[in-house]
């Protein structure tokens, strides 16, 4: 029997293409730290970048079937992490100029004059959308958001990973922000 780690690219390739894990977790181990680096160099954020290194492995496996053996494997990973990159750069170049937005929208809307109401109204809005998220989901984020836990404290509290900890709040996020947007627009605008 041949040792996977003798193996080249392309051959791990084609059997990465018929489904083999073995060959799956050699070009895992053999790339992931190269990737972490590049990514970490760009971003940062040590959180961020196994994110994105994880989503670029979780992609590779779900697409595997459509990888050519031939294809440059290191160039390909080097690739779709840099694509991730810039998705991620992107999202927050977006992020921060709405903030900033909503920031200063927030700043001329202060002097209104039922400025209380309408803050009692977006506090009922907001507690009402916390409340329907998942369960787990909505202990951590209150944890982390009310209580000011840190990612470990919550982990340590409910016997869960800091990654799961660090999911649940980021899917929080993302499904407050949905249901949020529309309903802070309305509220502003047309005085509800």
Same mark, same amino acid.
Do not use: C
């Given at each position: 029997?041949?040792?996977?780690?003798?193996?080249?690219?392309?051959?791990?390739?084609? /059997?990465?293409?018929?489904?083999?894990?073995?060959?799956?977790? *050699?070009?895992?181990?053999?790339?992931? &730290?190269?990737?972490?680096? $590049?990514?970490?160099?760009?971003?940062?954020?040590?959180?961020?970048?196994?994110?994105?290194?994880?989503?670029?492995?979780? &992609?590779?496996?779900?697409?595997?079937? *459509?990888?050519?053996?031939?294809?440059?494997?290191? &160039?390909?990973?080097?690739?779709?992490?840099? $694509?991730?990159?810039?998705?991620?750069?992107? $999202?927050?170049?977006?992020?921060?100029?709405?903030?900033?937005?909503?920031?200063?929208?927030?700043?001329?809307?202060?002097?209104?004059?039922?400025?209380?109401?309408?803050?009692?109204?977006? *506090?009922?809005?907001?507690?009402?959308?916390?409340?329907?998220?998942?369960?787990?989901?909505?202990?951590?984020?209150?944890?982390?958001?009310?209580?000011?836990?840190? $990612?470990?404290?919550?982990?340590?509290?409910?016997?869960?990973?800091? *990654?799961?900890?660090?999911?649940?709040?980021?899917?929080?996020?993302?499904?407050?922000?949905?249901? /949020? &947007?529309?309903?802070?627009? /309305?509220?502003?605008?047309?005085?509800?």
């Amino acid at each position: 029997m041949t040792s996977y780690s003798t193996l080249s690219d392309s051959e791990l390739t084609g /059997l990465l293409k018929q489904g083999d894990t073995t060959a799956f977790a *050699q070009i895992f181990a053999k790339y992931k &730290g190269l990737l972490f680096s $590049h990514v970490y160099k760009k971003i940062r954020d040590r959180e961020e970048a196994r994110d994105i290194v994880q989503d670029v492995f979780a &992609g590779l496996w779900t697409k595997r079937e *459509q990888i050519n053996p031939e294809t440059n494997l290191g &160039g390909y990973l080097m690739m779709a992490v840099r $694509h991730k990159v810039l998705d991620l750069v992107g $999202h927050k170049d977006v992020q921060s100029r709405y903030f900033i937005s909503l920031s200063r929208f927030a700043q001329d809307w202060e002097g209104t004059t039922d400025y209380p109401i309408r803050e009692k109204q977006l *506090q009922f809005v907001i507690d009402k959308e916390i409340a329907g998220l998942p369960e787990k989901m909505r202990e951590v984020f209150l944890m982390s958001r009310v209580s000011n836990l840190s $990612h470990k404290e919550i982990a340590a509290q409910l016997g869960i990973s800091e *990654q799961t900890v660090s999911t649940q709040i980021k899917r929080a996020l993302k499904i407050l922000r949905s249901r /949020l &947007g529309l309903m802070l627009y /309305l509220l502003m605008w047309f005085k509800l």
